[in-house]
């Protein structure tokens, strides 16, 4: 029998979730052994960040922002070149020349580099501003390698090294799904993933990308100064966009679902109607929404305003994810909150946290959110 109350799928972000600074995963996220692990524990499927190298390889990793052209020193061990000290970027090198200057072996999670381990979570949420872009900045310099060995086991060496899109889903294909999150400015990457996830049916549920121009203000996103400087949701959700990942991609022949990412510095939250009408652009049937984009302290108001947009979004015929950051560690009362309010999916870091409410949501309904008190 099923249950009477609606299963929302659970996408690990990144694997298992974020490894970066504050962060409480331990396998180095958009890696293998992360995908493996989220397969172990029975998601429904993962997002993955990719970028497309200068000789067309689309890579997983999750790199600087969008417009840095991919500064990969956060997440790989050896992130800069010797010779000329300078971080590499993807966008700008040749996967070969990644591959043969080691630049792809990956860094440790963060959380393992911590002698406190756990209790540095806790540390890194009490600190000032200037202390977090300090212990930022020392991850970014730490050299430390993900582990030859977990377990008392051998990992594999290319279990350790940023894996190519090609690659995962020849792994994983028919054992779980993907979202494939575009980044960078090369509106290449898009036809590049079509092509790839052409030869394994199924296996990316969709694509997503914060880098899509909002009807109407097409001209006012792509000038940096402008975008930076208006704060209109409206206008301008996502701030400065150097280029749309998404338009060369819309109605693709493989129908493969679009999601719209909106990004979680600009404040307000951008209005639901106006949400709707950037995925309508796009025939986009997703939108994902950071988790604190409508948070004011007060759980209960804004478990509602989450709810609102919600019912605005599903009245519209869309759909709505929601997702957790990379540098803090999911709390319960977050994953409650948009279960409560009816989103269709999440993406969480904690994912055994995550599978535990969402299946006992199926089971007792209202009475699993042991903290969320509407």
């Given at each position: ?5 609606p ?31 989220a ?38 061990a ?11 970027r ?23 580099t ?28 730490c050299a ?16 350790r ?50 880098f ?34 998404l338009?060369?991609i ?15 510095t ?23 929404l ?14 509602h ?70």
């Amino acid at each position: 029998m099923g249950s009477k109350y609606p299963r929302v799928s659970i996408f690990g972000h990144r694997g298992s979730g974020a490894t970066g600074v504050g962060c409480e995963s331990t396998l180095t996220e958009n890696s293998y052994l992360a995908i493996e692990d989220a397969v172990e524990v029975g998601l429904d499927g993962v997002e993955i960040d990719t970028w497309l190298t200068k000789d067309g390889e689309v890579i997983v990793l999750h790199g600087g922002g969008g417009d840095t052209g991919g500064i990969i020193k956060e997440n790989v061990a050896h992130g800069v070149n010797s010779a000329t000290q300078e971080a590499y970027r993807v966008q700008d090198c040749t996967h070969s020349e990644l591959v043969q200057n080691d630049a792809l072996l990956l860094k440790d999670a963060w959380i393992n580099t911590q002698p406190d381990g756990p209790l540095a979570v806790t540390h890194f949420a009490c600190v000032d501003k200037k202390e977090k872009v300090h212990m930022h900045h020392m991850y970014e310099e730490c050299a430390q390698p993900f582990p030859a060995e977990l377990n008392g086991k051998k990992v594999e060496e290319k279990f350790r090294r940023a894996p190519l899109l090609r690659e995962l889903l020849h792994h994983f294909h028919g054992r779980i799904k993907f979202n494939v999150e575009l980044k960078g400015t090369n509106p290449m990457l898009g036809p590049k993933v079509l092509e790839i996830a052409q030869a394994y049916p199924g296996t990316v549920a969709k694509i997503s990308s914060f880098f899509w121009f909002p009807p109407g203000a097409e001209s006012l996103v792509t000038d940096a100064e402008r975008a930076s400087s208006t704060s209109d949701p409206l206008m301008c959700p996502n701030g400065h966009i150097p280029h749309d990942l998404l338009e060369p991609i819309k109605s693709n022949a493989l129908g493969i679902p679009l999601a719209l990412l909106f990004d979680l510095t600009h404040k307000p939250l951008c209005p639901p109607h106006r949400m709707l009408e950037c995925m309508r652009k796009y025939g986009a049937p997703w939108c994902h929404l950071y988790e604190g984009k409508w948070k004011e302290n007060n759980p209960q108001k804004d478990a509602h305003r989450l709810k609102e947009v919600v019912d605005v979004v599903h009245a519209g015929g869309g759909k709505v994810m929601t997702w957790w950051g990379g540098h803090a560690a999911d709390k319960r009362i977050d994953v409650e909150t948009s279960i409560w309010a009816g989103v269709d999916e999440i993406c969480p870091n904690n994912i055994r946290q995550a599978k535990d409410i969402v299946d006992a949501w199926c089971l007792c309904g209202p009475a699993a959110l042991t903290e969320f008190k509407n």
